[in-house]
């Protein structure tokens, strides 16, 4: 952890400043383990690793830590040598790298940071926020970026400062969260008058229950994570093959993509096809393993964003639903 972090954190229960206990540091003078103490309220909270926790390590998105933890390196661009994540990350905020100079930047839900990695190449400090240990695995990945600050929190009470960030981003998190539209509600907060949201979820839509996804998760978001995993690369030497042809075919590709669930991302000609297939696998079990997945109407966001003083809000065009607003002065 960089001291700089405690510019923007502070405790989340009652917003007191904290008191460092017992810190340890390595010889970059980055804290590796200590306590931060409240002093209004005295709750107490562990750096461990490098990072602090706000919550308990194991939780609802436990799948999410054994996810990212198992696949940290499949999607980050400067491992995998594509530019996938970054033309998505700048795609889905609208944000520029001139825009993003000097600013204080918070990823919400960072998973093994995927975004991270883009956000960070550029001139500003990024925070990730993950409830699940999967900011273990960011930690690795971003390990040589002293701008990247990775913190162990619920979004529902996310250890900030308000007011203390330029910019907030969520893409692909918010539907995974038990309550999608309190997750929404709590992100405006730590924003600064005129600062920037960016969100993508999954839509919801008149026929989304009916998604293949939805009918077989009924069952798989119940099983040993484990297991699951094991099943769907015992499977995908066989499903693979099959989605290669069904999901090509002209006019009835996206009729098999809703009836299979399965990832597998046939247009991606920057991906080599042994990518594909791993990027194959870790969706798959991404899409049948969490405990909750809760797409969201577009009105519905909205309404939420609005409600918290977000204003300026369009739809970019992408892949699901995707927000962008500013917070009122």
Not at 56 to 78: L, P, V
Not at 277 to 284: E, H, Q
Not at 318 to 329: A, E, P, Y
Request: proline share 5%; with cysteine.
């Amino acid at each position: 952890m960089q001291l700089k972090l405690l510019e923007v954190i502070v405790c989340p229960k009652c917003y007191g400043e904290f008191d460092c206990k017992n810190l340890e540091k390595n010889a970059q003078g980055e804290v590796i383990s200590g306590s931060l103490e409240c002093v209004a309220c005295h709750s107490n909270y562990s750096i461990e690793s490098g990072i602090p926790r706000f919550v308990e390590r194991s939780n609802y998105a436990s799948s999410f830590g054994y996810q990212w933890n198992r696949f940290k390196a499949e999607q980050i661009d400067s491992l995998n040598d594509t530019k996938l994540s970054e033309e998505r990350f700048f795609s889905e905020t609208g944000w520029t790298s001139e825009w993003l100079k000097g600013k204080w930047i918070m990823d919400a839900g960072c998973g093994a940071g995927r975004f991270l990695d883009i956000a960070s190449k550029n001139d500003c400090e990024v925070v990730g926020v993950d409830i699940s240990n999967a900011v273990d695995a960011a930690s690795e990945n971003m390990r040589d970026r002293p701008n990247v600050h990775l913190v162990q929190a619920s979004i529902y009470e996310l250890p900030f400062r308000p007011g203390v960030f330029d910019g907030c981003y969520s893409i692909g998190v918010l539907q995974h969260t038990p309550d999608p539209q309190k997750a929404i509600q709590s992100l405006p907060k730590i924003l600064k008058p005129d600062g920037k949201i960016a969100v993508t979820i999954y839509e919801k839509r008149k026929f989304t229950p009916l998604y293949s996804k939805y009918l077989l998760r009924i069952f798989t978001r119940r099983l040993n994570k484990q297991s699951l995993l094991f099943a769907i690369k015992a499977l995908m030497p066989i499903l693979f093959p099959l989605t290669e042809v069904l999901f090509r075919l002209p006019l009835m590709g996206r009729f098999f993509m809703f009836i299979i669930p399965v990832a597998n991302y046939v247009d991606y000609s920057e991906l080599s096809l042994k990518q594909r297939y791993d990027w194959s696998i870790l969706d798959t079990f991404d899409m049948l393993s969490p405990e909750y997945d809760y797409p969201q109407t577009q009105a519905d966001v909205e309404a939420q964003l609005s409600s918290t003083g977000i204003i300026d809000i369009r739809r970019l065009n992408n892949g699901g639903l995707n927000l962008v607003g500013r917070k009122s002065i």
